[in-house]
C-alpha cells in the first residue's frame, strides 16, 4: 500500500522537471530585465502580477504544518481548526485595505525597516534578530521536519530514507530560493496549481474510503454525507465550554479551540500578525503598486476559503474511517495513536499514479514555504542588519551575494536541527508547535505594529516595552507552572482546565489575547509620557484607503461566502 510505481515516479519527476525548468527560465529571462540588484531578487520589484501574487501567498502559507498538521488537528478536532484558514480570509481583507497602503506608501520593503522608520533602531534590531530566530528554530525546521516525516511515512521508509529527503528537500528550496523572490513568485503559481490539484485528489479519495465503509460505493458526496451523520460532533465550529464532569478529550480540544472565546482574543492576533506584520508574507506584495498588492492579496483571501476541503476534510475523513474500524494500523505509532499521521494514512490508499501527484503537491507546498521563508530569513539579515551593521558601504552585487549565502545557512541549520529533531516538534504536534511558539512573540508585535500605524502618540520607548511585556506576559500566562498556580485555576481573565499531566493550562489562543491586552494598556500608558505627537509618526490621509470597485466587489464576495459557511457550521 505505500509503495511507488513507475508511474508515480514518472509523475513526480515531471513535477520536478517542470518546475525546475520553468524557474531557470525565469531566471534567465529576469538577468537580461532592466530591472536588477537587491531589491529585484529579496522583493522582485514591480514585476509580480497580482495572480502570482496571490499564488506566492497560498503557496508560502500552505505547507507541511497545514497538509500534516491541520488534518492531525482535523482528526482530532474537526471543521473547527477550519478557523484559522477562514478567519485569515477576513484579515488578508483588512491587510489589503489598511496595512498594505502605509508600507508602501513609506516604501517599507522589510518589517524591521517599519520599525525603524516608525520607532528606532533599537526596535529594528531586538525584531530583526527576533524574527531571525523565529523563522530559523520555529517555522523552517517545523516545515521541513514534518515535510519530510509525511514523505517518508507514505513511502514507507526507515530512518536513514528519512535523512535522504530532509535533504532533498532543502537542496530542493536552495535551488528555487537562489534564483531571488521573482523566480519564487512565479514557480509557486505552478506549486500552488498542483498542491491544489493533488491535494483535491487526495480529499476525493478519502471521501470515497469512507462511503466505501459504510457500503455507499465510491461515492465522494455519498461520503462526506456518512462524515456527518456519523460524526456530527466534528462539523461545529464552536466548540463548547468544557464543564466539571467533560472527558479529557473534550477538554484537549477546548484547550486547542476553545470556541467562540478564541474569536475575542487570539485568532484575531494569530491571523493578521501572520498576514499583516509578517516578512514571509508581506514581501510578496511590497515591490507591486497599490492595486496590483490589493487584488493578489484578496485573491489569496478567496482561496483560503476553500482551504480546508484539501488541509482538514482528509484528516476529518481519517477519524471516521478510525472509528469505525479502519485505519488502525496506519494511525499508529508505536502502539500510541499519532493525529499527524491522518494526512499519511489516508494518502496511502491513493492509486498508482494519483500518489505520485499527491506526492507532488505535497513536495510542492513543502519546497514553496522552505524557499519562501529561505528568501525572508535572507532579506531581514542582509537588508536590516549586514548593511546597516557589519557592511554598511555594501554594493548591491555585495547584498544579494550575502543574501545567496544566508539562504544556504539558513537551510542547512534546518537539516541540523531537523535530523534527530532536535526541537521536540514530533512529541509536541507539528500545528500546535508553530501556532504555540509563534504565540510567545505575536502579541507583542501586533500591539507594536497596530499602535504604530494608527496612534500618533505612540513611542519608541513604548514598543521596546511592547517587546518586553508581550514575551513575559505569554510566558507567564502558557504553560502550568505560573498563571494557574499565582492566580488561581479561574478568575475574570480566564479559565484554566487540567491538561492531563497534572497541571492546568489556559487555552494558548486566549493567553494570546490577554497577552495583548496587558501589552497595549502598557504602550499606551508609556506614550501618554512622551509627546503628544511623535515625529516619526505615519501620515495617513482617508484617500489612502479609498478601493475600487473591483476591489470592493471582491471583499463583498469574499464576506459573503465566509458567512455561508458559518451558518453552515456553526
Known amino acids: 500500500m505505500n509503495k511507488f510505481s513507475p508511474i508515480d515516479y514518472v509523475i513526480f519527476f515531471i513535477y520536478f522537471v517542470v518546475v525546475s525548468s520553468y524557474g531557470y527560465w525565469v531566471y534567465r529571462r529576469k538577468k537580461t530585465a532592466t530591472i536588477s540588484g537587491s531589491h529585484d531578487f529579496f522583493l522582485a520589484e514591480g514585476s509580480l502580477t497580482w495572480w502570482a501574487i496571490g499564488a506566492s501567498l497560498i503557496a508560502s502559507n500552505i505547507s507541511a ?9 482535523g482528526f482530532q478536532v474537526g471543521i473547527a481548526v477550519a478557523a484559522y484558514e477562514w478567519v485569515a480570509a477576513i484579515a488578508l481583507i483588512i491587510v489589503a485595505v489598511w496595512f498594505i497602503p502605509v508600507y508602501l506608501k513609506n516604501k517599507i520593503f522589510t518589517m524591521p525597516q517599519f520599525l525603524e522608520t516608525r520607532y528606532n533602531q533599537t526596535v529594528s534590531l531586538i525584531m530583526a534578530i527576533f524574527w531571525l530566530f523565529l523563522y530559523v528554530f520555529v517555522n523552517l525546521t517545523s516545515i521541513l521536519f514534518l515535510g519530510a516525516l509525511a514523505i517518508n511515512s507514505l513511502a514507507g521508509g526507515t530512518q536513514e530514507s528519512f535523512h535522504y529527503i530532509i535533504i532533498a528537500l532543502a537542496v530542493f528550496s536552495l535551488i528555487i530560493a537562489l534564483g531571488g523572490m521573482k523566480v519564487i513568485g512565479f514557480t509557486d503559481v505552478i506549486q500552488v496549481l498542483v498542491l491544489v490539484i493533488g491535494g483535491l485528489a487526495t480529499t476525493y479519495i478519502a471521501l470515497t474510503l469512507v462511503s466505501e465503509r459504510f457500503g455507499l460505493g465510491k461515492d465522494a458526496l455519498a461520503g462526506f454525507n456518512a462524515m456527518l451523520e456519523h460524526s456530527p460532533d466534528h462539523f461545529k465550529m464552536m466548540l463548547p465550554k468544557p464543564g466539571p464532569n467533560a472527558s479529557q478529550q473534550d477538554i484537549d480540544k477546548y484547550l486547542l479551540l476553545p470556541g467562540i472565546a478564541m474569536y475575542f482574543a487570539g485568532q484575531w492576533i494569530v491571523n493578521l500578525n501572520y498576514w499583516g506584520c509578517n516578512q514571509y508574507i508581506t514581501q510578496r506584495a511590497l515591490g507591486a503598486n497599490l ?24 484528516g476529518i475523513a481519517a477519524y471516521v474511517l478510525y472509528k469505525n474500524g479502519g485505519l488502525q494500523h496506519e494511525m499508529t505509532v508505536g502502539g500510541h495513536l499519532n493525529p499527524d499521521n491522518a494526512y499519511s494514512a489516508v494518502l496511502g490508499f491513493l492509486p498508482n499514479g494519483l500518489k505520485g501527484l499527491s506526492i507532488a503537491a505535497l513536495t510542492a507546498a513543502i519546497v514553496a514555504s522552505l524557499a519562501g521563508k529561505a528568501n525572508s530569513i535572507s532579506t531581514i539579515f542582509t537588508m536590516d542588519i549586514y548593511k546597516k551593521y557589519i557592511k554598511k558601504e555594501a554594493s548591491e552585487k555585495s547584498m544579494v551575494g550575502m543574501g545567496k549565502i544566508i539562504i544556504g545557512v539558513a537551510l542547512f541549520l534546518s537539516i541540523l536541527l531537523t535530523w534527530h529533531d532536535l526541537l521536540g516538534i514530533g512529541g509536541e504536534g507539528g500545528f500546535a508547535y508553530i501556532q504555540k511558539y509563534t504565540g510567545y512573540i505575536s502579541p507583542g508585535i501586533f500591539a507594536i505594529f497596530i499602535l504604530g500605524f494608527f496612534w500618533k502618540r505612540t513611542t519608541g520607548a513604548a514598543a521596546i516595552t511592547g517587546i518586553i511585556t508581550g514575551f513575559v506576559t505569554s510566558v507567564i500566562f502558557n504553560g502550568p507552572n505560573f498563571a494557574p498556580v499565582w492566580f488561581g ?51 495617513l490621509d482617508k484617500s489612502m484607503f479609498k478601493v475600487e470597485p473591483s476591489t470592493l466587489a471582491l471583499i463583498v464576495v469574499t464576506l459573503l461566502l465566509l458567512s455561508a459557511l458559518y451558518v453552515k457550521f456553526w
Open 65 to 73: 504544518e497545514q497538509f500534516i498538521g491541520a488534518s492531525g488537528q
Open 291 to 314: 492595486k496590483t498588492a490589493r487584488t493578489g492579496i484578496l485573491f489569496a483571501g478567496l482561496m483560503k476559503l476553500a482551504m480546508p476541503v484539501i488541509v482538514i476534510l482528509p
Open 489 to 539: 485555576h479561574e478568575n475574570f481573565l480566564y479559565t484554566a482546565f487540567p491538561n492531563g499531566h497534572g497541571g492546568y493550562e489556559i487555552p494558548f489562543l486566549i493567553c494570546m489575547g490577554i497577552s495583548f491586552l496587558f501589552t497595549m494598556i502598557l504602550m499606551v500608558i508609556v506614550s501618554l509620557f512622551g509627546p503628544k505627537i511623535n515625529p516619526k509618526h505615519f501620515v
